[in-house]
């Protein structure tokens, strides 16, 4: 065992964090690869060199010996390349490709191939996850997804149906009616009215994207959140005023958008060469790589947590319109934390 510090010293994990689990083990795979099959590589076993073969960890700890000159970067591969195959196995071991592509298609009220399924069909698909899910912590995540996505059940009698499959304690129980607490009803309430029902109503179309889906060609990434498209209007300049008010008196678009605006936050925070290199390797593999920053930095700040799928959202809308995309909160919340949450709502 050895402790690997994540961190954007780590130039491996800077190009590879927020990049899907498949996309992270192939360019580990091929980086490793390029270098055993090096000039100086030429020395090793055929079976190392094959490049149709995925290389095993043995074979990689060969090309470390053989290879002195790369060695801390073989190291550095190596590592990436052990953590990336743990989380392969803890994702296989808990069973979460069925989940995560109910999970999906719930979020975004399509399947993998853009069929809309009826909800009778959903609701089975999710007794039957319940039965096969061993955690319940997972069944009460599942069935706080059904709840929001459908902005309350249709009925008592299925709510009370899919609390029975779920077979969850007093206090998971408690958790899931707390939702109410966040403005959403277990069970969809006939007059709809109210300021906190617009609200939330508008916040789960934003969720799946009015039923669109992301570019990615992963199903188990389809979901698109909202912030995504927030900040996509704001690097635009299309940020609604109303929704989004300033407290201070807003630059016109032209200064904030523009070439210049650039000049202006280097000089609050420059960028060193190190840094600079950082960035364009990090881009390796894709069209931004190299891309310089154009536009108004954009700041986004999140006041009561923030989850990694918005982060990595964060990301995507930087490399794919080169604006700085420079994103925090409070505190950054996983799924059980985020239950940990509703637990502590009380009563």
């Known amino acids: ?23 992270v083990i192939q360019t580990l795979s091929t980086k490793i690869r390029e270098i055993v099959n090096s000039g100086s590589g030429s020395a090793l076993t055929n079976s190392a060199k094959n490049s149709a073969k995925a290389l095993s960890i043995g074979q990689m700890a060969k090309a470390l010996k053989a290879l002195p000159e790369y060695r801390e970067i073989m190291s550095k591969l190596s590592q990436h390349m052990q953590i ?9 071991q808990q069973g979460l490709l069925d989940l995560s592509d109910l999970e999906q298609t719930l979020a975004t009220g399509k399947t993998d191939e853009h069929r809309t399924p009826k909800l009778k069909e959903l609701l089975g698909q999710v007794v039957e996850e319940f039965r096969k899910q061993p955690n319940s ?8 997804i059904v709840i929001v996505s459908q902005r309350g059940l249709e009925s008592q009698s299925t709510l009370q149906k899919l609390l029975h499959e779920a077979n969850l304690s007093q206090k998971e129980l408690t958790a899931l009616q707390n939702l109410e607490k966040l403005g959403c009803p277990l069970v969809q309430n006939d007059n709809g009215g109210g300021k906190m029902s617009k609200l939330r109503d508008k916040r789960v179309q934003g969720y799946g994207r009015a039923g669109s889906e992301s570019e990615s060609e992963y199903s188990s990434s389809r979901y698109v959140c909202l912030l995504k498209s927030i900040i996509e209007d704001a690097t635009k300049g299309n940020l609604s005023i109303e929704e989004y008010p300033s407290v201070m008196p807003l630059p016109d678009a032209e200064a904030m958008l523009g070439p210049s605006s650039i000049s202006k936050a280097k000089s609050v925070r420059k960028m060193s060469g190190s840094a600079t290199s950082k960035w364009a390797k990090s881009s390796t593999g894709s069209s931004d790589k190299g891309k310089k920053r154009s536009g108004g930095r954009q700041i986004v700040f999140m006041v009561g947590g923030m989850c990694y799928s918005e982060l990595r959202a964060a990301r995507e809308v930087m490399i794919s319109t080169g604006t700085e995309v420079v994103i925090g909160s409070t505190r950054c919340i996983a799924p059980t934390e985020f239950i940990g949450d509703l637990y502590g709502l009380g009563g």
Not at 85 to 90: E, F, I, N
């Open 84 to 92: 990336a195959h743990q989380c392969m196995d803890a994702f296989n």
């Open 1 to 23: 065992k050895m402790d690997a510090l994540l961190n954007d010293n780590d130039e491996v994990w800077v190009e590879l964090r927020g990049k899907h689990i498949a996309d």
């Open 137 to 144: 912590l997972m069944r009460l995540r599942l069935l706080a």
